[in-house]
């Protein structure tokens, strides 16, 4: 499970070393929004360096192309992948808006492969950040067997929908105008369809880097939501969001004592039991292999 993914523009080559050192599970070196029109084609450059020169330890290794809508994306695609496919485990693909934008990248890494050569498939993850990421979100979560993993991208989706919001990922006053959660339909929709087929779910950036607390906050409810775990801008995030997305002692400790009840009622020939006044049974069982999931001792999480 990827807990963290950390951003770098591609642009800042002495970030993009610290990017390569941090504790992150994951990086993405990015080509879209925090670099200049002027200056994407020539930062390719970074991009194919970095992945070649710099050592990304057991992080996932992923570059972020420009939209598909763009005259960058197929030159971001075609650059990356030609000098350094062995080298990348992702592209990331922003404002996918349709299952067709998924299935051009996937066609043009398949002839790139082929004509390099390449014996393993470059894997794909998906930002679900417009309004039309989210009406045809269950297409583009089915588009490809390539496709991992799909993100929410709270500030592109608030200007999309023209929901008003000040910074990327940090609630404000607009929150405070609306008794739910402003963002619960599209971030429940890229939870279920992840789940539905099989992709890990990632919630996008807490762009206020020196609030801590604000980022805690904003973990914990994209980890009461079913996230996987959450992208950051700064290295100073990688912690909270490390902590948040893995299981707590106590979380454990529940988890193994509600197996342990069911499967003492279930040799007595029963499949409910209580424990302290609470009913449990199979499904609990689902719910605490959830926890166990995330511990990394027992679960698929990473150190
Ligand atoms: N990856 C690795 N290291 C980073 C980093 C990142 N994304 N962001 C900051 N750092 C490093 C800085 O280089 C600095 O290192 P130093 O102390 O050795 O000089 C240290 O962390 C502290 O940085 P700080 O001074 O707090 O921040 P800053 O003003 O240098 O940078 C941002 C702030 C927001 C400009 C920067 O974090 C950034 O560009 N983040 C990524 C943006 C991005 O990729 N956006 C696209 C996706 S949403
Ligand atoms: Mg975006």
């Given at each position: 499970v990827t807990r963290s993914m950390l951003f770098v523009p591609a642009?800042?080559?002495?970030?993009?070393?610290?990017?390569?050192?941090?504790?992150?599970?994951?990086?993405?070196?990015?080509?879209?929004d925090s670099v200049p029109p002027d200056e994407k084609a020539a930062s390719r450059a970074n991009v194919i360096r970095a992945f070649r020169e710099l050592d990304f330890g057991s992080k996932k290794r992923l570059v972020r192309i420009n939209g598909i809508e763009t005259q960058w994306a197929h030159g971001d695609v075609i650059e990356v992948v030609e000098a350094i496919g062995t080298s990348i485990d992702e592209i990331m693909i922003p404002k996918v808006a349709s299952a067709h934008h998924v299935a051009f990248i996937e066609t043009l890494l398949r002839q790139l492969e082929s004509r390099c050569g390449l014996d393993r498939a470059i894997a794909l993850h998906g930002q679900i950040e417009t309004a039309a990421g989210f009406v045809w979100l269950r297409e583009i979560a089915s588009a490809s067997r390539r496709l991992t993993t799909v993100s929410f991208g709270a500030g592109d989706y608030a200007a999309s929908m023209r929901m008003p919001a000040a910074a990327i990922g940090v609630p404000d006053a607009n929150d405070a105008e609306y008794a739910g959660h402003r963002w619960h339909a599209v971030m429940h929709g890229i939870v279920a369809a992840a789940r539905t087929f099989g992709l890990a779910c990632m919630d996008g950036p807490f762009a206020s880097f020196q609030d801590v607390e604000g980022l805690e906050r904003s973990c914990r409810t994209s980890r009461a939501l079913g996230f996987d775990g959450k992208q950051c801008i700064h290295p100073a995030q990688i912690p909270v969001i490390h902590r948040v997305f893995t299981a707590t002692a106590a979380d454990l400790a529940h988890a193994r004592r509600v197996i342990d009840a069911f499967d003492r009622a279930a040799s007595e020939g029963r499949g409910s039991a209580a424990i302290d006044g609470t009913m449990i049974d199979e499904a609990s069982v689902r719910m605490a292999r959830t926890a166990l999931d995330q511990s990394p001792a027992t679960g698929s999480a990473q150190q």
């Amino acid at each position: 499970v990827t807990r963290s993914m950390l951003f770098v523009p591609a642009t800042r080559w002495a970030v993009i070393e610290k990017a390569a050192t941090s504790p992150a599970d994951a990086v993405c070196i990015d080509l879209e929004d925090s670099v200049p029109p002027d200056e994407k084609a020539a930062s390719r450059a970074n991009v194919i360096r970095a992945f070649r020169e710099l050592d990304f330890g057991s992080k996932k290794r992923l570059v972020r192309i420009n939209g598909i809508e763009t005259q960058w994306a197929h030159g971001d695609v075609i650059e990356v992948v030609e000098a350094i496919g062995t080298s990348i485990d992702e592209i990331m693909i922003p404002k996918v808006a349709s299952a067709h934008h998924v299935a051009f990248i996937e066609t043009l890494l398949r002839q790139l492969e082929s004509r390099c050569g390449l014996d393993r498939a470059i894997a794909l993850h998906g930002q679900i950040e417009t309004a039309a990421g989210f009406v045809w979100l269950r297409e583009i979560a089915s588009a490809s067997r390539r496709l991992t993993t799909v993100s929410f991208g709270a500030g592109d989706y608030a200007a999309s929908m023209r929901m008003p919001a000040a910074a990327i990922g940090v609630p404000d006053a607009n929150d405070a105008e609306y008794a739910g959660h402003r963002w619960h339909a599209v971030m429940h929709g890229i939870v279920a369809a992840a789940r539905t087929f099989g992709l890990a779910c990632m919630d996008g950036p807490f762009a206020s880097f020196q609030d801590v607390e604000g980022l805690e906050r904003s973990c914990r409810t994209s980890r009461a939501l079913g996230f996987d775990g959450k992208q950051c801008i700064h290295p100073a995030q990688i912690p909270v969001i490390h902590r948040v997305f893995t299981a707590t002692a106590a979380d454990l400790a529940h988890a193994r004592r509600v197996i342990d009840a069911f499967d003492r009622a279930a040799s007595e020939g029963r499949g409910s039991a209580a424990i302290d006044g609470t009913m449990i049974d199979e499904a609990s069982v689902r719910m605490a292999r959830t926890a166990l999931d995330q511990s990394p001792a027992t679960g698929s999480a990473q150190q």
